[in-house]
């Protein structure tokens, strides 16, 4: 198992120190618009090889919708998204992963969900019943392999969705609020599946509402209002001394409402 999880790191320490400066994602004026309302507007950012980014703000503010322009699964109405200070191809997109907060299964067995996300990328061989097997001792479903994945709970369906992802060896992982329905124990099964990818070199990019979690998760926060940034900085920072009004107002439990952005949309 280990071999596996150590061929998967996405850049060795030497690489990483190299390409410190280099952003392993960026977004330069990014828009997203349907009809006349703009759903995100204008937003340039940076995802820095090897850390866990988080990304947070009210509901309506465009978290999920900016995770799915960055992943390539919408085209954006304006900008552009950098893969490696060069263009987002489809290498970029198979160097990425992606789990939602309601997992994606297959009406198949758990084995076969792990094997047909490796057959798409290609995985063949020994290499494949390696990546098979390491991925159901992560998600500690060895003994439920050829069970039918719609009958497993909701927290053993997003460990497989997790141990999945993680299996096709991505440079960045993106989340889109995987624990949100989940109870504490499967929560905690979630996170640490996380870190355990991270320190293997994975790349996190998380969005979630738990304050906890981010502090918890997070080296950098990205603070969304009204389809914009408002906000960005170090998580102890953003979530400690927020210099927004937005973020604070969100912080604190109170609304905030910007009226030029009400004006626009």
Not at 205 to 214: I, K, N, P, R, S
Request: aromatic content about 4%; proline content about 4%.
């Amino acid at each position: 198992m280990r071999e596996v999880a150590i061929d998967r790191s996405a850049v060795t320490a030497a690489a990483r120190a190299e390409t410190a400066d280099v952003p392993l994602l960026a977004a330069e004026g990014l828009s997203f618009h349907a009809g006349e309302k703009r759903l995100i507007e204008d937003v340039s950012l940076m995802i820095r090889p090897g850390r866990r980014t988080v990304i947070m703000g009210a509901n309506g503010a465009g978290k999920s919708l900016l995770l799915r322009l960055l992943h390539g699964l919408i085209r954006p109405s304006e900008g552009t998204i950098v893969w490696r200070g060069g263009p987002f191809d489809r290498d970029a997109r198979r160097a990425q992963a992606m789990v939602f907060q309601r997992p994606v299964m297959l009406r198949r067995s758990v084995l076969a969900n792990l094997r047909f996300a490796l057959k798409v990328r290609g995985v063949r061989g020994a290499d494949r019943l390696a990546r098979e097997r390491e991925a159901l001792e992560r998600a500690r479903l060895g003994d439920l392999a050829h069970s039918p994945s719609r009958v497993l709970s909701g927290g053993e369906q997003q460990r497989l969705a997790v141990a999945r992802a993680l299996a096709c060896a991505p440079d960045v992982l993106f989340l889109d609020e995987p624990t949100s329905s989940l109870d504490p124990a499967s929560t905690y099964a979630i996170e640490k599946l996380i870190m355990e990818a991270h320190s293997e070199g994975v790349t996190i990019v998380l969005v979630t509402h738990d304050v906890g979690q981010a502090r918890r998760l997070g080296d950098d926060i990205i603070f969304m209002h009204g389809g914009h940034v408002a906000e960005t900085g170090t998580a102890a920072r953003v979530l400690d001394a927020p210099r927004s009004e937005a973020a604070r107002a969100w912080l604190e439990g109170r609304l905030f409402l910007d009226p030029s952005r009400q004006k626009k949309v």
